[in-house]
């Protein structure tokens, strides 16, 4: 077996596995969890989560949410370890806005009749959690 061969075995043998604690991975992960807990205990139900653009250069939505009135929600959740910095917020910038609207259209084209929607963000920054309703609009 060559290097490449042995390469892909490796991937392959570890893309089924949970990451690692302590990855960056990891924290997303267990904040997106947290986040949607804090959601869910909100009353909002989740549609569905880690929606993707196919192909490259599209965006993400963590999670797609709809509120008790039916409004679409699709919420992008930052973590970080404190605000310093300009904490998780500071993190979503005009790029990541455009991929994550980018996203909520590639997904709304999916239905017959597209409801009234919005762009949340959850932060998480240790232990506390701050919801942002409305945090951004289509435009960026």
């Not at 490449?4 to 302590?22: D, Q």
């Not at 762009?119 to 945090?135: H, N, Q, S």
Request: hydrophobic residues 50%; glycine residues 12%.
């Amino acid at each position: 077996m060559g290097f490449l061969e042995k390469l892909r075995a490796a991937a392959a043998a570890g893309a089924g596995r949970p990451a690692a604690a302590g990855t960056t991975k990891a924290a997303g992960d267990a904040a997106e969890a947290r986040a949607l807990a804090h959601l869910q205990a909100a009353g909002l139900r989740l549609v569905e989560r880690n929606y993707r653009t196919p192909g490259r250069g599209g965006g993400e939505i963590d999670l797609v949410m709809r509120d008790a009135e039916g409004t679409l929600v699709f919420v992008e959740v930052r973590v970080r370890k404190s605000a310093q910095h300009g904490g998780a917020a500071a993190s979503i910038g005009a790029a990541k806005r455009r991929r994550i609207v980018l996203a909520a259209r590639h997904y709304l084209m999916r239905l017959g009749a597209p409801p009234a929607c919005r762009f949340d963000a959850v932060l998480v920054e240790g232990d506390a959690i701050t919801w942002l309703r409305a945090a951004f609009d289509s435009d960026g």
